[in-house]
């Protein structure tokens, strides 16, 4: 095969789409040639204010006023933007009831309870402040769920 027979343009850009790390690198380097952010925008195929935000992102703070200001690095806006990432999904259900399972373990080890009495004891004798403090079981009882 030739190297004719290779696509070296990229695909287009979709909207809404995350920028890649190859486009991290061009806004580096377009930057660095002193592009402004409308023309790199041009060349990759994306929003300035994407551009701005990036730019943003991956520009580190500034420690003193001496000194030249720091510029772009696609490194360090990969590296924001994936912590970024990890952050904003929603916690697993199990990191949010820790403090529970932690509770429920200790009760296995000090009192050697089983499962079964500890369901026993939230159906029973757990009262909760949401249900009038009342258990689970005597909730039921007053709204006819049960005989």
């Not at 509770?103 to 009495?117: C, I, N, P, T």
């Amino acid at each position: 095969m030739d190297c004719q027979d290779y696509i070296t343009e990229p695909a287009e850009r979709k909207k809404g789409q995350h920028l890649q790390r190859e486009e991290r690198g061009a806004i580096q380097h377009l930057k660095r040639q002193g592009y402004l952010n409308r023309a790199i925008a041009g060349e990759i195929g994306c929003s300035p204010a994407t551009v701005a935000n990036e730019l943003r992102r991956g520009t580190p703070p500034r420690k003193s006023n001496k000194g030249r200001k720091p510029g772009y690095s696609a490194r360090c806006g990969e590296a924001v933007y994936k912590a970024n990432r990890k952050l904003s999904r929603r916690r697993h259900r199990i990191c949010r009831c820790a403090r529970f399972l932690r509770w429920v373990a200790r009760q296995f080890k000090e009192h050697k309870w089983s499962l079964d009495a500890y369901i026993h004891w939230y159906n029973e004798g757990h009262i909760k402040s949401s249900l009038g403090w009342m258990s689970l079981l005597e909730y039921r009882r007053s709204l006819g769920l049960i005989a």
